[in-house]
């Protein structure tokens, strides 16, 4: 059994390998479309893409057993024209620093989309964390922000989880940091409630998702109550999404995860499904839905489509089959740019992920201000200013596919593209 779950995450960490490096294409190819619309001078459409400063350290530590090991870290600190590099920091076998540097340019993009005064950053290290053990992890993080303190900061560069890292690893890195510079809380984001976490950070991705979908919606004159929606996804993003859904008079008809995949065509009963997943760790053996073919999940008849797992999900093999109107990408970069080509003529609304995933990175933001401020909001007020942020963007992308009569990822990618070198310029980039 081991062996054969073992299997199952390597092909799953390929999987996402092989997305992240069309993800690296997809956002060179955004970008630059984004530039030729807004009409950007070429010097300073390549200055935007050359990264601020790019990072790599060597962090050895004890194991537990005596023997020292040493694994690669970095750092890519992309843009800081609108303020201090946020982004993740992942653990994971295959950190490579191409991809580091795609998901920095990201970031930058995605901050701006969302208007937080932020520019993007994005870090690593090269392990596998299921390997190690916790006092491992602890000793790698401690060694890691040790080289890299005196490079981000509260005002230039403030890290948070991303794949194989979560709370903890923020609260070991707040700890590290703090005997360098005195208590600085907002150092991190995504850190345990009990060290100034954000009430309602958990939740934001998922939550933000159904804003961006509430606003998409509304657009077209509906609103999520009466249709059906299917979610490829329950993890963190996926499951939220749907209990807020359900929530609002939404019909989730079909869900999928790792462990397969039930449909029911009068709606899931989706907070039993929850506790049926904690209980179970599986979707499977649900009593209130069927079993069915994982791979058809994505063109089972829907409304709406949200792929909140992998990348590269939506190819041109399958593209054509897919029956919903309008897809939300929870997920990073889930549509093949094959795909995004076949669905438009088709005549489906995307709504692009670095919009519609920007919930996490806009409560982040949230977290950091709190803690600056040393007061905290309660869970109502981080909720609120959510959907403010999320209807705001959605307006600003709107507007941006009129000037340019465009489809809203490029709507989305001419937005954040433009208000970073509208920053850069101010600024005085040739000095």
């Known amino acids: 059994m081991c062996e054969k779950l073992v299997s199952v995450t390597k092909s799953t960490e390929l999987e996402n390998d092989k997305a992240d490096m069309n993800a690296l294409a997809a956002t060179s190819r955004n970008f630059r479309n984004a530039a030729r619309l807004l009409g950007l001078d070429a010097k300073i459409e390549k200055s935007l893409l050359i990264p601020f400063r790019e990072i790599k350290v060597e962090c050895t530590i004890p194991k537990d057993d005596g023997t020292l090991v040493s694994y690669v870290g970095f750092r890519v600190q992309h843009d800081n024209a609108r303020g201090p590099m946020k982004g993740g920091i992942r653990y994971h076998p295959e950190v490579d620093p191409d991809e580091v540097n795609a998901l920095a340019q990201l970031m930058t993009w995605k901050t701006a989309v969302a208007d937080l005064p932020y520019g993007g950053a994005k870090g690593g290290i090269g392990c596998t964390p299921r390997e190690l053990s916790k006092s491992e992890l602890e000793r790698l993080t401690r060694v890691f922000t040790q080289k890299i303190h005196d490079l981000i900061g509260i005002h230039t560069d403030v890290p948070a989880p991303d794949m194989g890292t979560n709370a903890q690893t923020m609260a070991w890195i707040l700890d590290e940091y703090s005997k360098f ?243 850069t310029l101010l600024r005085g980039w040739e000095a």
């Open 181 to 423: 510079h005195g208590h600085s809380p907002a150092i991190v984001t995504g850190k345990p409630i009990d060290l100034g976490g954000s009430l309602g950070r958990e939740a934001a991705t998922g939550r933000g998702v159904v804003f961006a979908t509430e606003a998409l919606l509304a657009e077209h004159g509906k609103s999520v109550k009466g249709l059906t929606f299917v979610i490829q996804g329950f993890g963190n993003v996926g499951s939220w999404a749907a209990q807020f859904l359900h929530e609002k008079g939404g019909k989730v008809v079909a869900v999928s995860d790792i462990t397969g995949a039930i449909s029911n065509p009068n709606g899931l009963d989706i907070p039993a499904l929850v506790k049926h997943k904690e209980d179970t760790g599986s979707l499977l053996n649900f009593s209130g839905g069927d079993v069915m073919n994982p791979n058809e999940l994505l063109i089972q008849e829907c409304d709406v489509l949200i792929p909140s797992a992998l990348g590269g999900v939506l190819n041109r093999e399958n593209a054509s089959s897919v029956r919903a109107k309008f897809i939300i990408e929870a997920a990073n970069h889930p549509t093949d740019p094959e795909a995004d080509e076949i669905l438009s003529k088709k005549g489906v609304i995307i709504l692009p992920d670095i919009y519609a995933n920007a919930g996490g990175v806009t409560v982040s933001y949230f977290e950091w201000v709190q803690n600056i401020q040393g007061f905290m909001w309660d869970e109502e007020k981080v909720n609120n200013e959510l959907q403010r942020y999320m209807n705001k963007a959605f307006q600003d992308i709107k507007n941006m596919c009129k000037t340019h009569d465009c489809n809203l990822r490029m709507g989305a990618f001419t937005l954040g593209v433009n208000r970073v070198a509208r920053a």
